[in-house]
């Protein structure tokens, strides 16, 4: 009997899989193995598109950094600040609709075509703006750190309520009985749904911080 066809696969086949992947069993479970088992493939088979776990990895980086608008946030009729907001904004959401995105995106270099053309575009809009290159450059630095870390802990976040929401017979491995007036009292305001968001909140006393020498 003769072999049936070879099944064709593409690059975005295999990233599509590897996320898969990541939404189901985490980061992890994320290998050329498991990828070419997803697929009905052998693991050669992703190794002539991608020839190490790294390399898939940054490809996975790069298809969550692919929708950013860079064109938009490169647009001088608008506002820098606002911008600034709108990239940061998309950043954060893009990475919040994966599970394990926070730690895809912390796994390597982010020096992919895309996550450089952010870092791109953040420097040039800095520099518009009258800074120094060498200043635009700490200055894109500390926006993708504030995002990054925003980002971090609302993975942290969805972490608990995924264990809140799970069924458990299990008691609390520790208690803190310590009160915590101040974090009580301002719970509220780095809540969800809190305006002006932390997040936004954050972000413009960076940029405030960041704009000052340049427009003093």
Do not use: C
């Not at 776990?53 to 950094?65: D, I």
């Not at 995106?105 to 895309?114: A, F």
């Amino acid at each position: 009997m003769k072999p049936g066809p070879r099944r064709s696969v593409s690059q975005v086949d295999i990233v599509d899989a590897a996320f898969e992947i990541l939404e189901q069993k985490g980061f992890a479970a994320v290998s050329v193995r498991g990828v070419a088992a997803a697929l009905g493939l052998t693991p050669t088979a992703i190794y002539t598109y991608f020839p190490s776990k790294n390399a898939l990895l940054r490809a996975m980086v790069e298809e969550l950094l692919s929708s950013l608008d860079l064109a938009a946030a490169a647009d001088p009729a608008v506002d820098w600040r606002v911008r600034v907001h709108a990239l940061a904004t998309a950043l954060r959401a893009r990475i919040a609709e994966h599970t394990g995105a926070m730690v895809l995106v912390t796994s390597g270099p982010l020096d992919g075509r895309h996550a450089l053309g952010l870092n791109e575009t953040l420097i040039a809009g800095f520099m518009a703006e009258g800074m120094p290159q060498a200043d635009a450059a700490r200055a894109a630095y500390a926006v993708r750190a504030h995002v990054l870390g925003v980002a971090a802990l609302d993975a942290a976040e969805r972490a608990v309520e995924a264990d809140a929401a799970a069924p458990s017979t299990a008691g609390a491995l520790w208690s803190d009985a310590a009160s915590h007036p101040l974090t009580e009292a301002t719970e509220h305001l780095v809540a969800e749904g809190a305006e002006p968001s932390a997040f936004a909140w954050g972000l413009d006393r960076l940029l405030d911080g960041l704009l000052a020498p340049a427009r003093g």
